[in-house]
């Protein structure tokens, strides 16, 4: 069983950067995914890997500016987020599952998460 843990997060001015870190206890499995939740609002997934080929995948709301990646001696995925908005203010969250053959940003998709970590943009 995998575990995730996520660090990063803090407060953050608009325009500004952040890269938020996933470390997990095993190797990774074939898709590793950033998902985020604001309060009264559904998970959006927003971005994911696929790590047969490091291949990445973003929603459109947050295409542009940002940026997954991964350091395999280290276990860890990153995601890096620039040019910070009011509205990227969530907690996110990585995720991952053993059983996916294809990636896809639907939580269901997903059994493995994380604790969150909170980003929060203000000035």
């Known amino acids: 069983q995998v575990q995730l843990v996520e660090s990063g997060g803090g407060l953050v001015q608009p325009g500004g950067s952040v890269r938020l870190s996933c470390a997990a206890s095993?190797?990774?499995?074939?898709?590793v995914s950033w998902f985020r939740q604001t309060p009264g609002k559904e998970r959006e997934g927003i971005a994911l890997m696929v790590t047969s080929d490091d291949s990445t995948h973003y929603a459109d709301s947050v295409k542009g500016r940002f940026t997954m990646s991964r350091d395999n001696a280290k276990n860890t995925v990153y995601l890096q987020i620039d040019s910070l908005k009011p509205e990227d203010t969530a907690v996110y969250y990585c995720a991952t599952d053993p059983r996916l053959r294809y990636c896809s940003l639907s939580e269901n998709d997903y059994n493995y998460w994380g604790q969150g970590t909170q980003v929060t943009v203000s000035s």
């Open positions: 095993t190797l990774p499995y074939y898709c």
